[in-house]
């Protein structure tokens, strides 16, 4: 293509496509896009005209005065406005001026659903926009397009229906596997879809939303804009007007605020806001909003999505954001990043900890055990109630369970053969001889259980009983791990016990992983504030109070058995954080002193247990 360059001058001819698709050369408007009203009568010579604009500009001034009517119909077909029965006519506002922020309109209907939308059909909702005093009913005979135009948008959402089971009482007979609930006798294949109603609409005009380029516009942003009626083109032909974008603003409808509409629906409220609302803000929740519909979307049909995302997030992101009271909102945003941050060192620690230990003292074995089983049937139920759990519980449990099985075989040996007498194909061994205190600390491990297992064994029982008798359940296989996630929620703080009583035993608390014991403790209380701002069933809702008992007889037993963490503790720990410098300084000063006869009746006390359960000498 040949360009003009040089002297100042810009381009004047463009490549572009016409109607019939052939490859044409069209002169640029190299100026503004004029006003509407001052628009050209014919194209300068050699333009091209484009179906599609390239560049739309704002057709009225800013700062309008609009008149608009609102009214719902089944139909898509707009209804002439003197025949459109009062009571279909949701809103009627006079000289709304565009960009006056505190101009805000405010309507209360009941409309009555007519017969299609009850059978599946879409409520439309239909707008007459236009400069004041305008005629806005584009069926009479007098409608300028250039000063009022007219636009559809459904005011009900196709949204695909999840999967409900129904629950039953297992001792009631029938069969035992889960049955959907689907309201159709023959269902089709894919998912269900059915029509929802929102009634709460908020109507936004978008002001100083400016020239830009039409074909480059954000799908999301693109539904909304409405180009002028005529198709009027610039002299180049190529760029046209648009006129106020008014948004039907969706964001914050919510499907669990939201009625599916059948046969039994009549009548329905409705609560219209009229308001204006910046550009950046319009843009942003109106991509955000196409993209969690898509994403559910394409989850019902079975499309897998990057991240496994199915829109849910978004849509529980929006109820903490209505739900929840501003000032306990904002305090939970902050602890979530605390919650993150000390999840992460909670796991680090303990991972540390039990890498750099050398014995058995004071660790519950059997308690490490019990956890790995108790937080595998919690991770079991928080998959089977998957629909109420966020995906930040379930990769908090699934990591937790992974560390605790790394811990059993940090202290015993796993082998994979059965010994006589039992049915499971596993044995746990001691790594090596067991010191006195190691001895001691299984001694009071095997106490401590012996008296959990009598008092727990028979509590679950009970409750398996009553769950049974009084409760519904999907299965038999809900029914079990429902039992058992109800026994370790109500009873699980039993598990943490046996470490607390080996603590009392043996007067200390050296062996503990203070650090991440510490990092724990002060996620129980962000656990606390979640339990009321994140989605989780009732069951871990009520639990995550339960730790904060252990918490404050832990703080007591730290209080109780004091750490001197400068010396090596009676269990061969601590004495780590000492400057290497000063120990090089000890080792040389050690050597330049004189050999002198050690004498076994001068042996000092025991600082550390060593493997034969001997005592260390004091140099």
Known sequence: MKQITGG????????TKDA????????????????FAERPSHLDEGAAYNQIPQLVAPIWPEHSQVDIVVTVSPSFVPTPLKNTPKDTVVLEEKKFRIGNYSDTRAADRVIQVPKPVQKNGTLYGHFYIGLSGALL?????????????????????????KKEFKTRSLLGGGEESEVEEIPEEHPPNGPIIASYYHPNISLSFIPNSGVFSFPQSHPAARQFLALEATGARDASGQ??????ILFVNTFWQLRSHMTALNETVKTLPMHIDLNNLADWKFKTMASIDL?????ARKSAFGTPIPGGSDGSEIEMIK???IDTNPILLGITIVVSIAHMLLEMLAFGSDIAHYRKKKDNVG???????????MQTVIFLYLIDQSQNTSWMILGSQGIGILIEFWKITTVVDVKFRRRPGSIIPITFEDKYKLSETEQKTKEYDEIAFKYMYIAGVPLLIGYAIYSLIYETHKSWYSFVIATLVGSVY????????PSLYINYRLKSVAHMPGKAMMYKFLNTFIDDLFAFTIKMPFLHRLATFRDDIIFFIYIYQRWAYKVDYTRVNEFGQGGEDEPKDSKKDDEKEVQSLPAAPVKEETAGKATGAEASGKAKKRK
């Open 20 to 35: 019939n698709g052939n490859t044409v050369q069209v002169r640029v408007n190299s100026g503004t896009i004029p006003p």
């Open 239 to 244: 760029n046209g007007w648009y006129y106020p």
């Open 490 to 497: 109500a009873y699980g703080f039993l598990m943490m016990v």
């Open 319 to 321: 109820e903490i954001f």
């Open 291 to 295: 993209s969690a519909k898509e994403a």
């Open 8 to 15: 100042g001058n810009q381009a004047t001819t463009s490549t």
């Open 363 to 373: 660790i519950s074995v059997r308690s490490i055990l019990a956890n790995v089983f």
């Open 137 to 161: 009913d584009p069926t009479e005979k007098g409608y300028d397009t250039s000063a009022a135009y007219h636009f559809v948008y459904p005011l009900t959402q196709y949204i695909p229906k």
